[in-house]
């Protein structure tokens, strides 16, 4: 990458121009009779004049200075940054399926519905669990309907004193944000020194006040809580719910099932496990799985089959109502469909055996440069932490900087926050043993430049087009216009 090349907005021309129309032969319109006279510009806006070949090169430029998975090894933690085949692309393509209108008739889009249908069943069989939507548009979204059916659960047995919900101090931060938005109040459950739920604090803080407990597993250190049966019915034995963060399910797929532990609720992230392209901010799918006696309450309509055909069931009294226009994000559903399809039960099993192997690799490599907090064996992804380096003068955020010299999307840092200094990596399935060995040489590189130069790694990254932002700023005040105002 040129670091300093100029963007090509910069080279505005006066009177270039990048396209040009034929002479006008039909008479002009008052636009002033169509728009506001508010809405309407008193001089032309400030473009750059540029040619056709110069913008394409502006985009192309822009889109290089980005990091995505198709142009690089990206093992942020928690996020699943796996390959996303294309074939799933081709099938959501197909007319059938990019060209129908939500509004259709049921009995025009019968192959939409059956799909739709599919998934549901094959995702039941995945988790274990009795029904499932496909509505909830990502994973805090799925977390938020999981709790408001719990909620209605619990009022329509006129157990309305179940204010709270347990959430362990390594959950993702979508877990006590989603439980705050649906009324509930949480409480914070410490892990014990293995890195897992303590059964003990558990006891204590479980009561006849709790809603449900909101758990992952592997936990979201990449550890296996392997007190979770007796979890679960310290849970069930207080009247609680048991609700399962299936964002992450690349550890335990066609192996362990959230419904054979003993939960309730199950949401899962197909723009995570299930392929569906994330990142950008969407779109994404968050469908809910629930056992039996939360079926009530589902959001309507539930896709069902009656003889041969598929239909709405909008007659669903107890339902927590409609949680998103329409189904769902219909087009990240056939991705997943495409991608379960086309791996089969054994192919859903070798990825995890073999997103396990890749991060037990990596941990196990880096485990004598970087300190591990946990040392026991780690499911898709594990946590490092950077306190060694810190006592040299190197933050972790320093580290993760460095790591884009070398063309790498740095893991995820920060989080969780029961380890100091974190570094969550997920190297994923789909990644070659040579990838994994070049990301592993650059992390011991860095751990070497932290002890001899500390100053190349604390004042990385040296590549890129733009160092480091003020991220607060970036996001409060973000600059999003090429000529300063
Ligand atoms: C990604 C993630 C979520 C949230 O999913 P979104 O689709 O981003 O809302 C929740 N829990 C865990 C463990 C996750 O990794």
Redesign the pocket.
């Known amino acids: 990458m040129h670091k300093h090349q100029p963007l090509i907005f910069e080279n505005s021309t006066p009177g270039r121009i990048g396209y040009s129309l034929p002479e006008m032969d039909i008479p002009e319109l008052d636009v002033s009779e169509l728009i506001p006279a508010d809405y309407i510009r008193s001089e032309p806006a400030k473009l750059p004049e540029v040619s056709e070949l110069d913008i394409m090169r502006h985009y192309t430029a822009l889109s290089k200075r980005n990091h995505g998975l198709d142009s690089g090894f990206y093992p942020l933690g928690?996020?699943?940054m796996k390959y996303n085949p294309k074939i799933n692309e081709n099938v959501a393509r197909f007319s059938g399926f990019a060209h129908i209108h939500p509004l259709q008739d049921e009995s025009s889009v019968q192959g939409a519905l059956e799909l739709m249908y599919d998934l549901q069943q094959h995702l039941i069989e995945i988790t274990g669990m009795d029904e499932v939507t496909l509505q909830p548009a990502?994973?805090?979204?799925?977390?938020w309907t999981g709790l408001m059916m719990i909620r209605a659960f619990h009022e329509a047995n006129g157990d309305v004193n179940r204010s709270k919900v347990i959430v362990p101090d390594s959950?993702?931060g979508?877990?006590p944000a989603s439980a705050t938005v649906a009324g509930f109040e949480t409480i914070t459950v410490k892990s014990d020194e293995n890195g897992l739920v303590d059964l003990e604090d558990l006891r204590r803080v479980v009561g006849e006040d709790t809603a449900a407990l909101m758990l992952?597993n592997p936990n979201?250190l990449g550890l296996f809580e392997e007190n979770i049966l007796e979890m679960a019915k310290i849970v069930h034995d207080a009247g609680g719910k048991l609700y399962y963060?299936g964002?992450?399910l690349n550890a335990v797929l066609s192996k362990a099932r959230p419904g054979d532990m003993g939960f309730d609720v199950v949401?899962l992230?197909l723009?995570?496990t299930f392929t569906g392209p994330?990142g950008g901010g969407g779109p994404?799918s968050?469908p809910v799985g629930v056992k039996t006696d939360l079926i009530p309450y589902l959001p309507k309509p539930v896709i069902t089959k009656v003889g041969e055909e598929y239909v709405f069931d909008y007659d669903r009294p107890l339902s927590i109502g409609r949680v998103k226009p329409y189904y769902g994000n219909f087009g990240i559903n056939v991705r997943a469909y495409t991608y379960i399809r086309s791996m089969g039960p054994d192919g859903l099993r070798a990825v995890t055996e073999n997103a396990v192997l890749n991060a037990n690799y990596m941990m196990r490599r880096l485990a004598e440069y970087y300190d591990l907090p946990f040392d026991r064996h780690c499911k898709h992804e594990f946590v490092l932490s950077g306190r060694r380096q810190k006592k040299l003068g190197v933050r972790t955020l320093d580290i993760a900087k460095r790591l884009l010299d070398f063309g790498y999307h740095p893991p995820t840092i920060y989080f969780p926050l029961n380890v100091e200094e974190c570094i969550m990596i997920e190297p994923t399935e789909t990644e070659s043993k040579e990838t994994l060995d070049q990301f592993i040489d650059a992390m011991i590189q860095i751990a070497k430049e932290a002890e001899e130069t500390p100053e190349i790694v604390q004042e990385a990254p040296h590549t890129t087009v733009i160092g480091r932002l003020d991220e607060t700023l970036a996001a409060r005040k973000p600059v999003l216009r090429y000529i300063k105002a």
Do not use: R
């Not at 990502?138 to 977390?143: N, T």
């Open positions: 928690s996020c699943t990502a994973g805090a979204h799925g977390e959950a993702h979508t877990n992952t979201t963060d964002a992450n949401h992230n723009h995570k994330h994404g968050g």
